[in-house]
Every structure is written in C-alpha cells, then in structure tokens.
C-alpha cells in the first residue's frame, strides 16, 4: 500500500485569473462561483495526492500551465489524466479523504457532489470518497476570506499485491478457475477497475 498526503491553498484573485471556475458565476459572491472554486482546489490537493502516493511527481510536472492546451482546463478532466497515469503503473485507489478549509459560504449542500465527481472520474464507488468543509475560526487567509485551502489523503493500492482464487500473491484466478501466474491479460479481478 501506497500513501499519499497533500495540503493546497489558492487566493480567490489566483482562482479568478486563472479562469478555472467552470460554471462562469455571476460574480464573486456568486455561490455556484464559489463551490467551483472550492471544487478545483480539493480536486488539485487530490490530484498530487495520488500522484505522489504514486511517486509520479505532481500536476505541475504533468500539466504546466505554460501550455495552452491546459490554460483553463477542467480540473475534473485532469483527474481523468491522472486514473490513466496510475492506470498505466497498475495502481487502483483505495480511498481518499479530502478537506476544504474556507470561511464562507458553507459547502455542506455542495459536498456530495463533490464526491459523486471524484469517484465518477476515477472510476470508484462514491463510498471510497469522503470530502468534508471547516473552518479556521477566522483565521489565517481562509479565516480572512482571501482564498481557500484544501487537504487529501489517499491510500494506493498496486494490482500486483492482489491475489485473487486463494493463490497467492500473484496467482490469478480465470473465468475457468483455473491460476495461471502472473498475467494480468485474461484476469477478472480487475474489471471495471484497472484493466477494463
């Protein structure tokens, strides 16, 4: 198993130059504004939380915002990006936990479907997502009301530690039950996860 933990902060000016609001709001006490600018920075803390549990570097690396082809790109789409790239090494998330730390409006209306599109573009069940909001009392620059902070831990699992039919640490069992080693290519365990 694999860990990764991460904390995030961006100013609501940063959020705004940067055009990653996806639902345009109407202003910046807009709600719908707002809950995108929350959902874009729990979704980076998630983002370098899995590819560092992953020892893949961060989103930076990955998605310089020095390419036009990234500049105001959904963060949920990234996310996608991210499932191939620990696809691609075998891994499979456990679970995450994720924070949002911001002073208002509250999120709590806008938490579930936060998590709904987490597990939605990583592929997992919603019960593997947990997203929750605080506060910091007033203080600090969320406690201000000059931006928000978010914190996420996830828990990597690599597909090579399953062991699937009571065979072993790499037996896999086959549609006919039968083990044959360690070829991922006709395994069942996995579909619907990595290799579907």
Known sequence: SRVGIVGDGH????????????RQGSGPG????????????VLHAVMDALLGAAALGDIGKHFPDSEERYRG???????????SLLDAELY????????????HPKLAPYLQEMRENIA???GIDISQV?????????????????????????????????????????A????????????CSRCTGCKGRILS
């Not at 504004?33 to 874009?40: I, S």
């Not at 949920?76 to 991210?82: D, G, I, S």
């Not at 997203?131 to 828990?155: D, M, P, R, Y």
């Not at 069992?173 to 083990?179: I, S």
């Open 172 to 183: 896999y069992a086959y549609e006919d039950g039968m083990q044959r080693g360690t070829d």
């Open 120 to 122: 939605n573009a990583l």
């Open 73 to 83: 790109i959904s963060s949920l789409a990234l996310l996608k990006e991210v499932k």
């Open 92 to 103: 499979i998330v456990e679970n995450i936990d994720a924070t949002i730390v911001a002073e």
């Open 11 to 22: 100013g609501y000016s940063e959020l705004v130059a940067d055009h990653l609001d996806q």
């Open 30 to 41: 807009d709600v719908d504004e707002f809950f995108d600018h929350a959902g874009v920075v």
């Open 130 to 170: 947990s997203v929750k909001a605080t506060t910091e009392e007033g203080l600090g620059f969320t406690g201000n009301g000059e931006g928000i902070a978010a914190q996420a831990v996830c828990l990597l699992e690599n597909i090579r530690n399953y062991s699937f039919g009571g065979g072993g640490v790499g």
